[in-house]
């Protein structure tokens, strides 16, 4: 605490010299100057970073949306198999199978394949240009479940297999329990690229910030001198690395935006072809909801709290050292 | 104000280079600190302003045991202390100005209430014309003034000062010493390490010589 606030008179009296006040003489530089912090560099490590984050976020968020829109389809029916065989008539057993389902509770539509629907499906294995008559193709019947309603499995597939023995009945269960360990794989392994992710942002800020410390370590000495602690030490590097990670985040989490914003089109470029298929059936229209670009946007600003943070911890592990 | 009891120091497994310091700074007091080169001045201050530790004995500054001392203390405590290094440690990005206004910044005071008095004391030490300059442009003896002038624009309760009139002519050596004179009426207690005999002789005031890492005072 000075005493230049309760003490009475100035310290130097100039009498007649007194000057008219020069405009210039004003605190017009930071205390720790901009320069002086080798920044970008570190936003080119946070855009990057952010970047790999937010497409690694945005293709789980793409991929947990498909899987829960072909579970809910899936889910919502089931299918018969009729196959073929010696001493039996096809058509008849399908009939048959058809009519035991129907009117069964919670069964709300039911569509027989016949045999050249059937045999359409298989098209795209065996070619349109075979004659199917010698083929034994097995009849498909499928029926829509209503939402919500438990379905006695054991019932229906007894009442089928009563009518028609070479029927089996499929509910996808296994399918969609193939495909539940496979979002959650999916899921799994982007949350540990998030983790790689932010845990090499956290190293590069905290070299960052160990490298500015040092190139500013004069300026670190002179404030402890003129009284200053390290939290107002702190908070003037802070502020430099609060902006770094902020420039960095809205970069990169930018650009992961536009990309999303733009893969319909690309995707467009891929349509037709084996690969745009695949992957228009795996992740949809490849366009993210409105939810999912603020998920990518409060990721930005997460990353630019790490950056924050990450510097922080190593300023006052740093100024504990100087003195 | 300032009590020093048995205090010495060593730099690691080094020799002793002040041993059993006893002495006391009384509030409003003025002394001089002197004795030959490598006698341990710059360290007896650096003590003093707490970026040095004692080895042993008992530091108490201000009616703390600065032993006890946490890092938010001892800059709580360093606001009440002016101090001027011989290497000057001003920052080369702001101006003479702002080097000098930057005590009253670090506090958070509003600049509209210390510009004047930033601007008078710059006029004073005859840096009038050279505020907006930066360091490096400077000569030696204009950073030692602006040195100054930073150490003692908030007033502290201790000015400390390594060598303060060395690069500068014996007028404005006289014209120093005549601040540092109207600081310690104001009440701040100064203690000036230096060489200059011909600056002591100036002044009748208390002096502390320090021989061989021991401390001799002549009132």
Not at chain 1, 62 to 68: E, P
Not at chain 1, 76 to 104: N, Y
Not at chain 2, 123 to 129: A, F, N, S, T
Request: glycine share 8%; proline share 5%.
């Amino acid at each position: 605490m000075s005493r230049a606030d309760h003490e009475h008179g100035p310290l130097v009296d100039l009498g007649y010299e007194r000057p008219h006040l020069p405009a210039l003489a004003r605190n017009l530089s930071p205390i720790v100057p901009r320069a002086s912090i080798s920044g970008r560099a570190l936003v080119a490590v946070v855009a990057i970073m952010t970047y790999l984050a937010s497409i690694t976020t945005g293709t789980v968020l793409l991929v947990s949306a498909s899987a829960a829109e072909w579970q809910s389809e899936v889910a919502s029916e089931i299918t018969i198999q009729v196959r073929p065989t010696a001493g039996r008539d096809l058509d008849r057993d399908a009939a048959a199978a058809t009519e035991a389902i129907r009117g069964q509770p919670g069964i709300i539509e039911i569509k027989p394949f016949s045999k050249q629907e059937s045999a359409k499906l298989l098209e795209p294995w065996l070619g349109s240009g075979l004659s199917f008559d010698e083929l034994p193709i097995p009849r498909v019947i499928v029926a829509r479940v209503q939402p919500g309603t438990p379905l006695d499995l054991a019932a229906l597939r007894a009442r089928v297999t009563q009518v028609a023995p070479t029927a089996s009945v499929d509910d996808h269960r296994a399918w969609i329990e193939r495909m539940r360990t496979m979002t959650g794989a999916t899921v799994f392994a982007g949350i540990g690229i998030l983790a790689l992710v932010i845990i090499a942002t956290i190293i590069s800020v905290s070299f960052a910030t160990r490298g500015a410390m040092a190139a500013n370590r004069p300026i670190v000495e002179v404030l402890h001198f003129v009284g200053a602690g390290d939290r107002y030490i702190a908070n003037r590097f802070l502020r430099h690395f609060l902006r770094l990670g902020l420039e960095g985040g809205v970069i990169g989490g930018g650009a992961a935006m536009l990309t999303f914003g733009f893969s319909e089109s690309i995707a467009g470029w891929f349509s037709g072809t084996p690969v745009g298929d695949q992957f228009a059936a795996l992740l949809g229209t490849f366009s993210l909801r409105p939810s999912g670009y603020l998920a990518l946007a409060a990721q930005a600003v997460l990353i630019a709290a790490i950056t924050a943070l990450a510097s922080r911890r190593t300023l006052f592990a740093t100024l504990d050292d100087i003195d | 104000m300032v009590r020093f009891e048995n205090v010495g120091l060593r730099y690691g497994l080094g020799p002793e280079i002040l041993r059993d310091l006893s002495f006391q700074i009384p509030a409003h007091s003025f002394q001089f600190l002197t004795g030959p080169s490598g006698a341990g001045k710059t360290s007896l201050l650096r003590l003093l302003f707490l970026s040095l530790r004692p080895t042993r004995g008992l530091v108490n500054l201000f009616g703390n045991d600065v032993s006890l001392l946490g890092k938010d203390q001892v800059a709580d405590l360093r606001k009440r202390i002016g101090i001027v290094l011989q290497d000057f440690r001003l920052l080369d990005h702001m101006t003479t100005y702002e080097n000098v206004a930057l005590p009253f910044r670090v506090i958070g005071r509003e600049e509209s209430s210390y510009r004047k008095e930033v601007i008078d004391l710059l006029k004073w030490v005859g840096l009038g014309e050279r505020m907006d300059a930066l360091p490096p442009i400077l000569s030696g003896g204009e950073k030692q003034r602006a040195a100054i002038a930073r150490a003692v624009i908030s007033r502290p309760h201790l000015l400390l000062a390594d060598e303060p009139t060395g690069n500068v002519d014996p007028t404005l050596g006289r014209r120093l010493l005549r601040l540092f004179i109207e600081l310690n009426k104001s009440g701040t207690a100064v203690i000036i390490a230096t060489h200059d005999i011909n600056l002591m002789d100036q002044y009748e005031a208390r002096r502390l010589v320090l021989h061989q890492g021991r401390l001799h005072i002549y009132e």
